[in-house]
């Protein structure tokens, strides 16, 4: 399928060059090329406006995520509300007419402001006890993308990482850089105390060794992650995370890497990925959704190869959401769990165990 920002390109420069052929060629003596050019110029022009209703016609989607692994029982139930809440929100900022920078960034803001999740507030804690946050966005139509890395104080990295697209001329801003940047614009320090939560706590404190051995090692688990499709294709992609818990000072996981911890492109789709940050890097994870999708893979098949690829290839675990250039779209994990919910015109969907998928619909 060729996405339709594609075809309406190459549909401008087709018009371009072949008006240029006919000023060129007004005095050409062959009239059988005048009128070939004719003939090609009305056809172009008589598909616009079936290539304007196909446009309006695109189903608005939101897909969020709350990372990938073992959730304890006692902690799916709050995992599932967060990832709702936020596609729900999400959702009325896309069908407003939000653009879906906007919407991704919103969806991950919630989460981030949740502290079931290892994102924003509840972070997981590195070695020294602190909070190192890493942060992406991207949108599909130009490939404009912002990341951030070994960031503290920070309460929105995503936020953070949307201005280093918007008002930076870089792509990626790391740690003091990244810190003194947000000052720049801003954005203000947040203490330590303030994003750390009781539960991290006390999964750092085992890692210690110090702390009571049923608390679950759970610390690495929620990051968090947003893809969206508006009614004229246009896709964005968000990720943000704490890390894992116990982390070397400075560890960069694959969340800022733009290809492994989210992907967008307006002739291609959408992802963003969850799970172990070093087996993600090594598959290049969502660029290699893409890439099957690209081939003519449908989002779900495209996920389970390259998630299966992964598995193969690093004996590790991992789960994505991803979404089509035509507004298909899959949720799929290889871990024991992944929370997720998705939005569309009178539809809601969600899941926690692998393989499960709920759909209710609602009253727009």
């Known amino acids: 399928m060729v996405p339709m920002d594609g075809w309406m390109m190459g549909f401008g420069g087709m018009v371009a060059a072949f008006s240029l052929s006919l000023g060129n060629r007004r005095s050409d003596p062959r009239p059988s090329h005048n009128k070939v050019l004719r003939n090609a110029l009305q056809l172009q022009f008589s598909l616009l406006p079936v290539i304007q209703v196909a446009c309006a016609n695109m189903i608005p989607v939101v897909l969020v995520h709350g990372g990938a692994g073992t959730i304890p029982e006692h902690r799916q139930a709050l995992a599932l ?10 959702w ?3 069908k407003s007419g939000g653009s879906v920078l ?15 999740f290892n994102a924003g507030v509840g972070s997981s804690l590195n070695v020294a006890g602190e909070i190192q946050e890493d942060a992406m966005i991207m949108e599909g139509s130009m490939l404009n993308s912002g990341a951030v890395s070994c ?3 920070i309460a929105n990295p995503i936020h953070l990482a949307r201005l280093v697209m918007e008002k930076s001329k ?4 790391s740690a003091t850089g990244a810190n003194m940047f947000a000052r720049t614009m801003g954005i203000p320090a947040v203490p330590t105390a303030q994003l750390i939560t009781e539960y991290r706590r006390l999964c750092w404190e ?15 688990k929620g990051t968090v992650g947003a893809i969206a499709i508006d009614k004229n294709g246009n896709v964005a992609s968000a990720t943000s995370t704490g890390g894992l818990n116990f982390k070397m000072i400075g560890r960069v996981g694959d969340v800022p890497c733009i290809g492994a911890g989210g992907y967008a492109d307006n002739e291609l789709g959408a992802v963003s990925t969850t799970g172990d940050g070093e087996s993600i890097m090594k598959v290049t994870l969502a660029r290699l959704v893409l890439f099957h999708m690209e081939q003519g893979k449908k ?4 996920a389970k190869l390259a998630l299966q690829h992964l598995v193969r290839r690093t004996g590790d675990t991992a789960g994505l959401i991803a979404l ?5 779209w899959t949720a799929h994990c290889v871990s024991e769990h992944m929370s997720w919910a998705g939005a569309t015109q009178g539809r809601r969907y969600h899941g926690l165990k692998r393989g499960e998928k709920h759909m209710q619909e609602v009253d727009e």
Not at 81 to 90: C, L
Not at 209 to 219: I, R
């Open 324 to 328: 089509a250039p035509n507004g298909e």
């Open 92 to 94: 009325q900022l896309l």
């Open 170 to 173: 870089h792509i990626y801003l």
């Open 81 to 90: 509300a967060g990832v709702r809440a936020s596609v729900e929100a999400a």
């Open 299 to 302: 989002p779900l098949e495209a």
């Open 151 to 153: 960031v503290k104080n």
């Open 102 to 116: 906007d919407v991704v960034e919103h969806a991950v803001k919630m989460m981030e402001d949740d502290p079931v």
């Open 206 to 220: 085992k890692s210690l060794g110090e702390a009571n051995s049923t608390v679950p090692d759970e610390g690495s």
